[in-house]
């Protein structure tokens, strides 16, 4: 037996729970990261008097970050381990964090591009960390119910930082939201040090001359049988050619070419909807604390749409629901911009929007690292991942332009709402294309994402 086959039957372990905690709080410090300039985006154009072209560089810096974080630093992981990685990845943010706040009018925007790409940086490794060691560690029955609060759990960082730090912003300056993210992301540092333990795959592909002995350390402290010898590898042809050979080589090349346009074409309708919905609202209203309210309808509507995406993704096949959910994105979005700026009409169809939209999010999440072997996962998923920045890092600016050049609400939100269709289409052909081969079902996550 595999040794996450075995860490995942029965009881969880008081280790395991607290590498759950861990790594959900990892992904709701991703998520207050990622939602700051949504709900900041009103505070920074009056103070610095830019347009929203120049604002939408400001909010693609991060994901310009996270492209470079996910497709040249998390596949490190597999050399380094990714307990280490993460450690990394959250002093990154912190690093980021901190230039932030001494953005000036003299000094224009450019320390909040900086800060933003820093920041992304590692966001963009973190996540490919994160993901991995929450599903070796979680236990098969009570998967379904993790794995909806972990998909959740970026949504219910940004519905924190539009309730709480949002309406502060006013009164104590844009500034705030950096530092709280600073302070947040040193204790997040601290934490994963501490408390997160290492990949019990990496390990157990023998990566050090120790990989043995910790391997047992962390099966005694689950109350699991100890290993006389590491297990044998998954990944013998991995190290014949290489995780990133392995990842572009052959059929599973081919699903990884469908998955990067997949994700590349949801992520320009996922950060144009998170980075212009909120501020579009406010500007109309010319109040800029109505972008905090709409970043919570946002946030509120995530959260609840990927707990019902965890919950049906544990009956139905995700590769067959996915589809289905960014069809009814594509459409929800679109009435979001017809319906207009009026409030608080724009609040339920925001809500209703990102119900859809964001479960699109854990969909990519849970199928992509299926499609790969134990040591090209973190490279596989990084890859997929990191090139879907590049949809991200062109919705704000293309995004910005178009309101700049007069382009109306509905039509720009109508616009913008297509690439998920493409990106439901990529999802199918991909599990057409799986049902025809020997590839493991992406319907089980569990199993499929932490073999050993």
């Given at each position: 037996?595999?040794?996450?086959?075995?860490?995942?039957?029965?009881?969880?372990?008081g280790?395991?729970?607290?590498?759950?905690?861990?790594?959900?709080?990892?992904?709701v410090?991703?998520?207050?990261?990622?939602?700051?300039?949504?709900?900041?985006?009103?505070?920074?154009?009056?103070?610095?008097?830019?347009?929203?072209?120049?604002?939408?560089?400001?909010?693609?810096?991060?994901?310009?970050?996270?492209?470079?974080?996910?497709?040249?630093?998390?596949?490190?992981?597999?050399?380094?381990?990714?307990?280490?990685?993460?450690?990394?990845?959250?002093?990154?943010?912190?690093?980021?964090?901190?230039?932030?706040?001494?953005?000036?009018?003299?000094?224009?925007?450019?320390?909040?591009?900086?800060?933003?790409?820093?920041?992304?940086?590692?966001l963009?490794?973190?996540?490919?960390?994160?993901?991995?060691?929450?599903?070796?560690?979680?236990?098969?029955?009570?998967?379904?119910?993790?794995?909806?609060?972990?998909a959740?759990?970026?949504?219910?960082?940004?519905?924190?930082?539009?309730?709480?730090?949002?309406?502060?912003?006013?009164?104590?300056?844009?500034?705030?939201?950096?530092?709280?993210?600073?302070?947040?992301?040193?204790?997040?540092?601290?934490?994963?040090?501490?408390?997160?333990?290492?990949?019990?795959?990496?390990?157990?592909?023998?990566?050090?001359?120790?990989?043995?002995?910790?391997?047992?350390?962390?099966?005694?402290?689950?109350?699991?049988?100890?290993?006389?010898?590491?297990?044998?590898s998954?990944?013998?042809?991995?190290?014949?050619?290489?995780?990133?050979?392995?990842?572009?080589?052959?059929r599973?090349?081919?699903?990884?070419?469908?998955?990067?346009?997949?994700?590349?074409?949801?992520?320009?309708?996922?950060?144009?909807?998170?980075?212009?919905?909120?501020?579009?609202?406010?500007?109309?209203?010319?109040?800029?604390?109505?972008?905090?309210?709409?970043?919570?309808?946002?946030?509120?509507?995530g959260?609840?749409?990927?707990?019902?995406?965890?919950?049906?993704?544990?009956?139905?096949n995700?590769?067959?629901?996915t589809?289905?959910?960014?069809?009814?994105?594509?459409?929800?979005?679109?009435?979001?911009?017809?319906?207009?700026?009026?409030?608080?009409?724009?609040?339920?169809?925001?809500?209703?929007?990102?119900?859809?939209?964001?479960?699109?999010?854990?969909?990519?999440?849970?199928?992509?690292?299926?499609?790969?072997?134990?040591?090209?996962?973190?490279?596989?998923?990084?890859?997929?991942?990191?090139?879907?920045?590049?949809?991200?890092?062109?919705?704000p600016?293309?995004?910005?332009?178009?309101?700049d050049?007069?382009?109306?609400?509905?039509?720009?939100?109508?616009?913008?709402?297509?690439?998920?269709?493409?990106?439901?289409?990529?999802?199918?052909?991909?599990?057409?294309?799986?049902?025809?081969?020997?590839?493991?079902?992406?319907?089980?996550?569990?199993?499929?994402?932490?073999?050993?």
């Amino acid at each position: 037996m595999k040794v996450t086959d075995q860490v995942v039957q029965g009881k969880m372990s008081g280790l395991q729970i607290r590498a759950v905690v861990v790594t959900v709080a990892l992904v709701v410090l991703d998520g207050y990261d990622v939602s700051l300039t949504s709900f900041a985006a009103p505070y920074l154009e009056q103070g610095f008097g830019v347009s929203k072209a120049q604002l939408g560089l400001v909010m693609s810096g991060a994901l310009i970050g996270m492209l470079v974080g996910s497709v040249i630093v998390a596949p490190l992981a597999d050399r380094i381990g990714r307990r280490k990685m993460g450690v990394i990845s959250t002093v990154t943010i912190a690093i980021g964090m901190l230039i932030g706040p001494f953005a000036t009018p003299e000094t224009g925007t450019g320390p909040l591009v900086v800060s933003r790409i820093i920041t992304g940086i590692g966001l963009g490794s973190l996540v490919a960390v994160a993901g991995v060691i929450l599903a070796e560690y979680t236990g098969k029955r009570v998967y379904s119910l993790v794995m909806a609060v972990y998909a959740a759990a970026i949504n219910i960082g940004g519905l924190l930082g539009s309730m709480i730090v949002g309406p502060m912003l006013g009164a104590h300056g844009w500034q705030l939201g950096w530092w709280v993210g600073f302070a947040l992301s040193a204790i997040a540092a601290a934490a994963t040090f501490a408390f997160l333990p290492e990949s019990l795959a990496w390990l157990s592909e023998g990566r050090r001359t120790d990989s043995l002995q910790r391997l047992n350390a962390l099966l005694t402290k689950m109350h699991r049988p100890a290993l006389e010898a590491l297990p044998e590898s998954d990944s013998t042809s991995v190290k014949a050619k290489g995780s990133l050979r392995t990842v572009f080589t052959g059929r599973t090349g081919f699903f990884t070419l469908l998955m990067i346009v997949g994700y590349v074409a949801y992520m320009l309708s996922f950060y144009f909807m998170t980075n212009w919905a909120p501020s579009t609202v406010a500007d109309a209203h010319h109040n800029p604390a109505l972008a905090s309210q709409l970043v919570t309808a946002f946030s509120v509507g995530g959260i609840l749409g990927n707990v019902l995406f965890g919950y049906l993704g544990g009956k139905f096949n995700v590769r067959f629901l996915t589809p289905v959910f960014l069809v009814l994105a594509t459409a929800t979005l679109s009435l979001f911009g017809i319906a207009g700026p009026g409030m608080p009409t724009a609040w339920w169809t925001l809500f209703l929007a990102s119900f859809f939209v964001c479960a699109g999010t854990a969909a990519f999440y849970a199928i992509v690292p299926t499609l790969y072997p134990t040591l090209a996962r973190s490279t596989g998923f990084g890859v997929v991942i990191g090139a879907g920045r590049f949809g991200g890092i062109a919705a704000p600016i293309v995004g910005g332009a178009a309101f700049d050049a007069g382009m109306g609400m509905g039509a720009a939100f109508t616009v913008f709402a297509l690439p998920m269709l493409v990106a439901g289409l990529c999802v199918l052909a991909l599990h057409l294309g799986l049902r025809r081969s020997d590839a493991p079902d992406a319907a089980q996550p569990v199993l499929a994402g932490t073999s050993a």
